[in-house]
């Protein structure tokens, strides 16, 4: 018999507190593209502050951190880069398995958590985010799993997730989609 499933959230506390600063200075990202760089994917997307494009950002995956293009030649990019200079001294340090202490936010890290979000809230529209929890030879580990049907937020399919991430091992588990209804 199967272990009981227990269900979570997966949310980052910081995360959460971060997007509400980018969202309450109308700082967003939008049309991000992945593409194969050097070591890695490379990501290109486009800066917005309200609903004006301000600039362009990407990362050529060869180490160091994103580039900014500003849209209109000057280096302060509309307003965008002192607004997020702003949210990293506001924001809660955060902690990692390398600094346990915690470590302030960068710029990249801000940026990074705009553009993860539009990525999963991109996800949710057609299809059903879960994130699970599996231990594997003692070591957990998360799991980000797309199902290819819409979320409909009924209890059967609700029932039908937590049967098929039971079924492949998972002791834990989010349906990413409720927490942006």
């Known amino acids: 018999m199967a272990k009981p499933i227990k269900k979570v959230s997966f949310e980052d506390e910081n995360d959460k507190i971060v997007l509400g ?4 200075a109308k700082l967003s990202v939008s049309s ?5 760089g050097h070591d890695g994917d490379c990501v290109n997307c ?6 004006k494009i301000v600039g362009t950002l990407w990362d050529d995956s060869w180490g160091g951190g994103f580039d900014v293009q500003d849209k209109s030649a000057t280096v302060k990019v509309d307003g965008f880069n002192e607004a997020v200079q702003g949210i990293m001294k506001k924001a809660p340090k955060t902690s990692f398995d390398l600094f ?12 990074d958590t705009m ?3 539009f990525n ?13 929890t599996k231990i594997e030879h003692e070591n ?12 409909d937020g009924s209890e059967s399919q609700k029932s039908q997730v937590r049967k098929q991430m039971t ?4 002791i834990t588990y989010e349906i990413v989609n409720e927490r942006l209804v």
Do not use: T
């Open 21 to 24: 600063m980018c969202n309450e």
């Open 32 to 36: 991000v593209k992945y593409s194969r």
């Open 46 to 51: 486009n800066l917005k502050v309200g609903s």
């Open 100 to 111: 346990p202490k915690g470590m302030s936010y960068s710029y990249d890290m801000v940026v």
């Open 115 to 117: 553009i993860r979000d």
């Open 120 to 132: 999963i809230r991109k996800d949710c529209k057609k299809k059903i985010l879960v994130k699970g």
């Open 140 to 151: 957990a580990r998360v799991d980000e799993l797309l199902f290819n049907v819409p979320f």
């Open 167 to 170: 079924k492949q091992g998972y």
